[in-house]
T-cell receptor, first 117, second 115 residues
Framework: EAQVTQNPRYLITVTGKKLTVTCSQN?????MSWYRQDPGLGLRQIYY???????DKGDVPEGYKVSRKEKRNFPLILESPSPNQTSLYFC????????????????FGPGTRLTVL | KNQVEQSPQSLIILEGKNCTLQ??????????LRWYKQDTGRGPVSLTI?????NTKSNGRYTATLDADTKQSSLHITASQLSDSASYIC??????????????FGRGTSLIVHP
């Protein structure tokens, strides 16, 4: 089954304690990205990656890091979380290749609800 | 600055009725426009995607239209069902280098369908 998985799904942590949210996709997609969703603001892009070892900042990258060492994985790292990073996080992937079909659709993971105390 | 505006912000309709959601955008250079459905607490799910040359796309009871000249899109839902209650998000992407794209998200329209 084609899917994007995220772990953990829920996390409560304290200010300053480093954490990593994992994201994995099994569709061999080149493009992966991270979003945060806050009430009244909609989805905002944090970072994206066009392929392995290629990452770039989105609209709200401050306080976050990413890496893309493998095509299927795109972890989101919070080196020193702060309460303003309390949010619902989504990972998504898509293909750029013109191989036919719905190749430009972004497939979203189930979300990770993070609370930073 | 690229922007996507959706209206109305929220909408309540009775089961079986039709409704239309609007999306206006200022995104350049235009690559594609997508409509997503997001159930509460879950990830968005794609409904339709349209490029510049496409002015309508259907997915079951969902029909999206695109007017690239006026930079407007609409999502029409026919014969609404209780399961249509969700947030509907319009996403317009700008073309970027290497065949990639940079999405701009609307804030969504919250639809509630009452029995």
């Amino acid at each position: 089954e084609a899917q994007v998985t995220q772990n953990p799904r829920y996390l409560i942590t304290v200010t300053g304690k480093k954490l990593t949210v994992t994201c994995s996709q099994n569709m061999n997609h080149e493009y992966m990205s991270w979003y945060r969703q806050d009430p009244g603001l909609g989805l905002r892009q944090i970072y994206y990656s066009m392929n392995v070892e290629v990452t770039d900042k989105g609209d709200v990258p401050e306080g976050y890091k990413v890496s893309r060492k493998e095509k299927r994985n795109f972890p989101l790292i919070l080196e020193s979380p702060s309460p303003n990073q309390t949010s619902l996080y989504f990972c998504a992937s898509s293909s750029h290749l013109s191989s036919g079909g719905d190749h430009r659709t972004q497939y979203f993971g189930p979300g990770t609800r993070l609370t930073v105390l | 600055k690229n922007q996507v505006e959706q209206s109305p912000q929220s909408l309540i309709i009775l089961e079986g009725k039709n409704c239309t959601l609007q999306c206006n955008y200022t995104v350049s250079p235009f690559s594609n426009l997508r409509w997503y459905k997001q159930d509460t607490g879950r990830g968005p799910v794609s409904l339709t995607i349209m490029t510049f040359s496409e002015n309508t796309k259907s997915n079951g009871r969902y029909t999206a239209t695109l007017d690239a000249d006026t930079k407007q899109s609409s999502l029409h839902i026919t014969a609404s069902q209780l399961s249509d209650s969700a947030s509907y998000i319009c996403v317009v992407s700008a073309a970027a280098s290497g065949g990639s794209y940079i999405p701009t998200f609307g804030r969504g329209t919250s639809l509630i369908v009452h029995p």
